[in-house]
């Protein structure tokens, strides 16, 4: 809102339950990962983590030993996922606050930079490790929230009594755009 200067946003994000719903709020993006690991030369993390995420939990939970009672085997299934869950959110969080004493000490190097004097280079080394710091915390929320999405997958489909079978982009984009009647392969 224009004048209100003396506004200041409450972080929810940083004091709300860990939960799916939070995870994907604040979850960081492939592209941004792409270009943080590229920027400064990190080991972009393999583009299967989500799958082989969704397959363990499902090997996990295929292996049998739960509950008889449907009620006691869902929490049984949410309690699998909740750490995970839990260490995502801590992750990004880390992200978050690893990216914002990056900020300050940027800051602090510019700011220094006008002045000029001896403390330059300190200030420019102590702002490339806090990027890079950042950086790979960055990298590190994205693989945690990628195995938490990954299993939630999983739960799910547990859940719903549905069998687990790996997840296929080509038949989900069918089934979004066309639904369950989707067109056969020699109607295109």
């Known amino acids: 809102m224009a004048s209100t200067t003396n506004v200041v946003r409450f972080p929810v994000e940083q004091r709300a339950k860990p939960s799916l719903d939070l995870l994907r709020d604040i979850a960081p993006d492939l592209r941004e990962i792409s270009l943080v690991a590229e920027a400064f030369g990190l080991d972009e993390p393999s583009g299967g983590i989500r799958d082989e995420a969704d397959r363990r939990m499902?090997?996990?939970?295929?292996?049998?030993?739960?509950?008889?009672?449907?009620?006691?085997?869902?929490?049984?299934?949410?309690?699998?996922?909740?750490?995970?869950?839990?260490?995502?959110v801590v992750a990004c969080r880390a992200a978050h606050k690893a990216a914002a004493?990056?900020?300050?000490?940027?800051?602090?190097?510019?700011?220094?930079?006008?002045?000029?004097?001896?403390?330059?280079?300190?200030?420019?080394?102590?702002?490339?490790?806090?990027?890079?710091?950042?950086?790979?915390?960055?990298?590190?929320?994205?693989?945690?929230?990628?195995?938490?999405?990954?299993?939630?997958?999983?739960?799910?489909?547990?859940?719903c009594g549905e069998e687990w079978r790996p997840f296929d982009v080509e038949a989900a984009a069918t089934e979004l755009f066309f639904g369950a009647a989707a067109p056969s392969a020699g109607a295109r």
């Open 58 to 88: 499902a090997e996990r939970i295929a292996s049998g030993g739960w509950p008889a009672s449907r009620e006691e085997w869902a929490v049984a299934l949410d309690d699998l996922l909740k750490p995970l869950v839990e260490r995502a």
């Open 101 to 159: 004493a990056s900020d300050d000490a940027a800051e602090a190097f510019v700011n220094a930079q006008g002045r000029g004097g001896y403390w330059l280079s300190p200030l420019e080394d102590a702002s490339n490790r806090r990027a890079t710091e950042a950086a790979e915390f960055l990298i590190d929320a994205y693989v945690a929230t990628q195995e938490a999405f990954g299993a939630a997958r999983a739960i799910r489909l547990a859940k």
